[in-house]
């Protein structure tokens, strides 16, 4: 079956449409608004589930001539990753009326999950490398809007821009292993296929070899993995992640654990069997072991409830990242399915976060204790949802982890990798020791005795536990028959990703193998480690705290703060709020980059100068410079801008005898407004000072090189020129009585051959006006105190004036 | 600046530059001239005006409205006119444009048509290019204007 364009488009646009209504729904629906989400969400999720089972491309056709097509290609694993987008969507939705009751600024809330639904639903789609990215940055974008939801709190805001940077940052990595891969692509499967993902998927084979030909493969996958590694927090990338919970919690549910940072892994499995090799296998198993371990590390550290979720969640898109970094299929089926169990175990614990936090008023871990006699339903929640996390069995995480474990045993069996063989299996139970640990904690929450500083703890409301229960009652279905879910989804995204897919089949091990003495031992030593879980975190915060420069964080605040500095400098030198050193940059500037084209591009050797001057244009030209000189002479602004006038008065003359009345005419009529609004400013120019000799100097040199640039610039120009006329010329010359009906062709030109262009100068004039005004309009908004300020300032302006005025009269 | 000479002389020439300025404008589709000349011209004659008179007098000489001295520039009634115009100007240039879309023509086509037997002309020719260059006419009055009465008002 293939699927339907018309709906495939819906379901992606409905959203997008959703967001552009939100100031109705909330003009309608106030706070209730979410409600409406979780329509919306529901409506794009049925659309999806309608194409359950088809696979294919559909295209809309969008830049022809650039070969740039809004192509969307639909098969398990893109139906998979969009499904779980839209259902996590409707639950978040149905959660945040609750969560979001009484907050301002909820049309900017929600305006911007809805155009975040839409672009993660069109990047699961997309098979366009330029729709890719577009769709990948716009959820950069919404999630940017997103942290930085508390407008007033400086850490979120700290947090936004982070997040901003990195992502949007490794966006642009993944844009030119984009362009890298379109220009191999364009070269192998012909132009019209040249950003045609779903085309270079298909023929993976041709692509690589032609990639590894011109040197190209591992820069392109470095790139893809640089972009990758930035959305789906790997280390060294990770820390925004953890930044990123300045957000609201259903904020951080559905993005920063569910989907928006999946995208890398979900983008890592789309093109694995295109680039797997033993590469691949060395960069995304190292790097998501790394991050898996590392991340698991910090999660013990944390003392904040949604701090050690966060770095729960980068460990275990650490532990996607490894799997499809093993190129078995074991790799395959590992990211494929703790795709989907991480989305639900993890959202579900992200909203137990938000109730906890909601309901007892506090994140802090040491706080918190005791909540299942408040709590009962979220205890229960929690309790599926963290032992799922932890790899608990028969918890649905327990099978994907298992399934990881077998691929790092195996991978010493596919490729000759020496001592990682060893210890890739090793580190990848040495990471899980610490999720069993940290998912015990939180789970612990919920059990012991409360703390006496814990304030009365109230029942949520319905609609905050049903998101959470939906999640739970899943990974439970998942965690009793997990065959089910890899019937209904998980084979047919297994198919997309792995490169010689079989059928999969999980369940609880009946005998004893490799992988499961790992996952024994990773949870026995899990338990009997935990009574001792307070001195390992205590310890791991002796040695991260002290030690900044380990924390990429660190590094991060110096670069940027580094960067600060650098700018400011370079824009206090550049920009020093005078005009004459501005001018003094740009012409420079504009001439250093003129001339060293001309040089480079060799134009400056076939200089001809001809003489073809007659004695009038001569005498003009004469006294043109006698007043350019007496310009620059003259000691009062008065005669400053009479001699300049002379300048341009003779130049309009110039234009004359070169027999153009038109250009003639326009230098007449500026030079004319132009002196008359000196005169009309003048009295309010300051009196000429006295200006230092090297100041002097500096003008002096400036000006020559500016006046040599533009000579040589109109020799090398008009000497490019072919001798008479040009076809263009000859064409305006013949054609602007027939086909324009004017005699002028000059004007004919302007309004008829080449009216866009007019057209657009006009855009610039009325540019100008708008810039001019808003300038002078908004300098006196400036903070309140200026405000009010300025205020007084125009009581006193009033009273000048209306004395002036008098005096006047 | 507003000095008797400076006045005397702008009631004379102002009427003469605003005649030239639009006879410019009109015959510049087949004599040196157009939409871009004519409106320079015409913010000059304006920039007479408020020379010889104070950035005011518009308002207050010629329109007979009451002025809050003081007050932003930017919120006069004839600079608010000076920014609808180029507004309006920027929308017919573009309208003139969009309408050959509707004969199937490309953007911006131009066509014209000779009128004959028509009096005192005898033979008239109206280009549809008129509509566009009027555009450009308003927007440079418009923003010209727009420029010169706010910035001079500081």
Known sequence: MSPDLAVVVAAVAVPFVAAALTPLFFRVLGEETGFAGTVVALASFSLLATQYGSEGTVALEWIPALNVALRFYVDGWALLFALLASGIGALIFTYSPAYMHGQSGLVRYYAALFAFMGSIIGVALAADLIAIFLFWELTSLASFVLIGFYTADDSSQYAARMAMFITVGGGLFLLVGFLMLSVVAADILGSGAAFDLAAMLEESDAMATALRDRGLFLPVLGLLAIGAGTKSAQVPLHFWLPNAMAAPTPVSAFLHSATMVKVGVYFIGRVRPMLVGPEWLFLFATLGLTTMTVCAIMAVAATDIKELL????????????????????????????????????????????????????????????????????????????????????????????????????????????????????????????????????????????????????????????????????????????????????????????????????????????????????????????????????????????????????????????????????????????????????????????????????????????????????????????????????????????????????????????????????????????????????????????????????????????????????????????????????????????????????????????RGFDTLGELAVVALAAISILTLIVMRGRGDERSAARSDDDAIETRDTDTTTGGTDE | MTTVIMRTTARAIVPIVLVVSISLFIEGHNLPGGGFIGGVLTTTAFAIIYMGFGLDFLERGILGRDVDPGKEPSRDRVVVAYRRLFAYGFAIAVVSGLAPLAFGQPFLTQTFVMLEGVPIYDHLEVASAIAFDFGVYCVVVGGLLTILSVVGAE
């Open chain 1, 310 to 753: 966060a770095y729960s969640t980068a460990s275990h898109l650490g532990l996607m990242v490894a799997g499809f970094g093993f190129t078995s299929v074991y790799g395959a089926e590992t990211g494929v399915f703790h795709l989907l169990n991480h989305a639900l175990f993890k959202a579900a614990l992200f909203l137990v976060a938000g109730i906890i936090a909601h309901e007892a008023g506090t994140r802090e871990i040491n706080k918190l204790g005791g909540l299942r006699h408040d709590l009962p339903v979220t205890a229960a929640i929690t309790t599926v949802a963290a032992l799922s996390m932890a790899g608990i069995p028969p918890f649905n995480g327990f099978y994907s982890k298992e399934l990881l474990f077998e691929a790092a045993v195996e991978a010493s069996h596919y490729h000759d990798i020496g001592l990682l063989g060893w210890l890739y299996p090793a580190v990848a139970v040495f990471g899980s020791i610490f999720t069993v640990l940290y998912s015990l904690r939180f789970l612990s929450l919920f059990v012991g005795d409360r703390p006496e500083a814990l304030d009365y703890v109230q029942s949520p409301p319905v609609t905050m536990l049903v998101s959470p229960a939906v999640l739970a009652l899943l990974a439970a279905v998942v965690s009793v028959d997990p065959q089910l879910a890899v019937d209904v989804i998980v084979q047919s995204g297994l198919e997309a990703t792995a490169v010689d897919p079989g059928e999969m089949h999980v369940g609880l091990p009946t005998s004893y193998s490799t992988p499961v003495g790992m996952s024994a031992v990773t949870i026995a030593v899990g338990l009997a480690a935990f009574p001792f879980y307070d001195r390992l975190h205590d310890g791991i915060r002796g040695v991260v705290g002290p030690t900044p420069p380990i924390r990429p964080n660190w590094w991060y605040d110096v670069i940027i703060e580094g960067l600060t500095d650098e700018g400011r400098w370079f824009a206090e030198t550049l920009h020093n709020g005078l005009l004459r050193t501005y001018a003094t940059w740009v012409l420079s500037g504009i001439c250093a980059f003129a001339l060293a084209g001309f040089v480079a591009a060799g134009a400056i050797d076939s200089i001809g100068v001809g003489t073809e001057v007659t004695v009038a244009m001569g005498l003009v030209l004469l006294v043109a410079v006698v007043g350019a000189l007496a310009v620059v002479l003259s000691d009062t602004h008065v005669a400053g801008v009479l001699t300049l006038s002379i300048l341009g008065f003779m130049i309009a003359i110039f234009y004359i005898l070169g027999s153009a009345p038109d250009l003639a005419l326009t230098q007449l009529v500026v030079e004319t407004l132009v002196l008359v609004l000196f005169l009309l400013v003048i009295e309010e120019i300051p009196a000429i000072e006295r200006i230092a000799v090297g100041t002097t100097v500096r003008d002096v040199a400036l000006s020559l090189v500016v006046g040599v640039t533009a000579f040589i610039t109109v020799l090398v120009s008009s000497g490019a020129r072919p001798a008479g006329s040009t076809d263009i010329a000859r064409y305006f010359a013949a054609q602007a009585v027939p086909e324009g009906g004017g005699t002028n062709i000059v004007n004919v030109t302007l309004v008829d051959f």
